[in-house]
Structures are given as C-alpha cells and as structure tokens.
C-alpha cells in the first residue's frame, strides 16, 4: 500500500452473533460509501466470516473483538482481532454436506486474494484482502 490516501475505520464489538450481524452491515456500507459498492458484499461477508470465529472460538469473558477496515491504493483489508491467540484458525481439508459450521475459512480463502493470521502479544488478528483495480474492479 503506497502513496495513495488510506481511508480506515475500526470498530469495537461484542461477541455476539447480533455482533456479527452489525459488524458485516457497517463494513459494506462503510465500502460503498468508500467508492467500492461492487466489493461492499464481499467485504462484508468476509468480516462476518472472520468476527464468526472470533465469537465462536475466540471469545473471553468481558473482552471485545475488533473489526478493521483499511482501503490504501488499490487493495481492501478487512481484520479481526480477537483475544484468544492460542486458538488459531485453520482451513479443514474436507467440509460434508451434513457438517453444519467449518465452511467459514473456506469462504474467506475463496473470495480474498489473500489471507492470513497474525499473533499479538494477547489475542490475534486474522485479516483478508481484496485486490481493486485503479477502477475499482477486482482482479481475478
């Protein structure tokens, strides 16, 4: 990310499902209103993706999670930091029909150009991005 102006937002949550909800609302518009409405729904549904493991695997009693939005040149990065650093994320080799969660990562590894986990001192960030051309198309 260069020279070209960063616009950025960051967002304290609950680890709530309402949470969940709230956080993948607040992003796409926060995308669109950005200039971006054609990556608003995968930006979205990569923060709900992400903020979903952190309620569900990353969650500690009186803790929040955080959502990041970051545009800078041509690439969107979505992160949520959570504050169970030990429990990392991981792609499941196979997924059945019948399995009704484990999709998640999936989902996000299948839409992102690119993904990964950074451990903090306390907790974790996981982070996706999105790829824009100087026209704001994604790249495929």
Not at 50 to 57: D, E
Not at 113 to 126: F, M, S
């Amino acid at each position: 990310m260069g020279d070209a102006e960063t616009t950025y937002d960051t967002c304290l949550y609950a680890p709530t499902a309402r949470s969940v909800s709230r956080a993948r609302v607040r992003t796409a518009e926060l995308v669109e209103k950005w200039g971006h409405p054609e990556v608003a729904l995968d930006a979205g549904l990569l923060v709900s993706e992400l903020a979903t493991n952190a309620v569900r695997y990353g969650r500690v009693a009186g803790r929040l999670f955080r959502v990041e939005v970051r545009l800078a040149d041509d690439v969107l990065r979505v992160g949520v930091t959570d504050a169970r650093g030990e429990r990392r994320p991981q792609v499941p080799e196979a997924v059945s029909d019948d399995d009704e969660s484990g999709r998640g990562l999936l989902i996000v590894a299948a839409v992102a150009a690119r993904w990964a986990v950074v451990p903090l001192d306390v907790g974790k960030t996981v982070w996706a991005e999105l790829d824009l051309t100087p026209l704001g198309r994604r790249r495929g």
